[in-house]
């Protein structure tokens, strides 16, 4: 099976072409997917991508789509995993109900649940609001967060962990009073120089600096231009040629033994990102 993983972060399969918008691997290609899939036409058996659809706005993940069925060959599995927008929807509502009736445990699952639902289409910043309560140091419903998220979640909150303990170890650094001498003139000009940098481009675009900054940050791709449902996705995928289109879980796929690749599921059998929505779909004989 000649396999294509795109937009794979750090998960991917070594004897795969796998392609991401950086490479942080030499099993990775880096290439920006908004250009459209870098491979010949018909040349894949399979092509996966998780959590990756939904950066691109519904206009252009229609022409994402099609690039995924020209490099698929005939009788070729596209698997698409997206946020499930009817699982964090169903998940906000039940919290909205909890709450309003009283339950302060609740109180703070909806506060997460709306977090959930909208940051990542609507922040200003990278992480947002999600980065700021995953970056709390007390989550006061981090069991609750962890099962919404799986893995990422839990990798978030160590790595908050981590930062803390490494901060300590920072201020508690002494340095060597010759290399502090050393390092002090380096680090005001680099300081002064990033200053006088941001002073000129505010100086000549005045307010609009701002919405520069913005507008680099929301075609940055970290935020969500659209989001599915299993009808919704089902539709996009027929109405753009494909054919048998089923919805999956993280462990059932056309692919025999998926879950040994490890992609949608864990080492130990867990869910990667229980908050997904799992969908294949079949090319059809031309």
């Known amino acids: 099976m000649k396999a294509l993983n795109l937009g794979c972060g750090r998960r991917y ?6 392609i991401d918008f950086r490479s942080g691997s030499e099993f990775v290609s880096a290439h920006d997917l908004s250009k459209g899939i870098p491979a010949l036409d018909e040349s894949f058996d399979l092509v996966y991508h998780s959590h990756l ?7 252009d993940a229609e022409v994402f789509i099609q690039e995924c069925f020209r490099v698929l060959r005939p009788q070729g599995i596209l698997r698409v995993v997206v946020p499930d927008l009817e699982q964090v929807t169903r998940a906000y509502l039940t ?6 009736g009283g339950s302060t445990e609740w109180c703070n699952h909806y506060d997460w649940m709306i977090i959930e639902l909208l940051d990542q289409s609507v922040r200003t910043h990278p992480r947002g609001k999600m ?15 962890i099962e919404r998220l799986g893995t990422e979640a839990k990798k978030l909150t160590d790595s908050r962990k981590q930062e803390s303990c490494a901060a300590k170890r920072v201020n508690s650094f002494v340095l060597n009073p010759l290399l502090e001498n050393a390092i002090k003139p380096i680090y005001r000009f680099l300081r ?16 609009e600096f701002e919405t520069l900054e913005l507008g680099r940050f929301r075609k940055s ?11 919704s996705l089902k539709r996009l995928l027929e109405q753009n040629g494909f054919v048998e289109v089923i919805q999956r879980t993280a462990i059932e796929s056309y692919v025999p033994d998926w879950s040994t690749f490890n992609l949608d599921t864990e080492p130990d059998g867990s869910i990667y990102k229980p908050d997904s929505l799992f969908m294949e779909a079949i090319k059809p004989d031309a």
């Open 13 to 18: 399969q070594t004897d795969w072409t796998n």
């Open 53 to 59: 659809l939904e950066h691109f706005t519904k206009d």
């Open 95 to 100: 919290a909205l109900e909890h709450a309003s």
């Open 131 to 145: 980065g700021d309560y995953l970056s709390a140091q007390h989550i006061p419903n981090q069991d609750f967060v």
């Open 192 to 207: 002064h120089s990033s200053y006088r940098r941001e002073w000129l481009l505010k100086s000549i675009l005045g307010e």
């Open 221 to 231: 791709g970290e935020i969500h231009q659209w989001m599915y449902d299993c009808f």
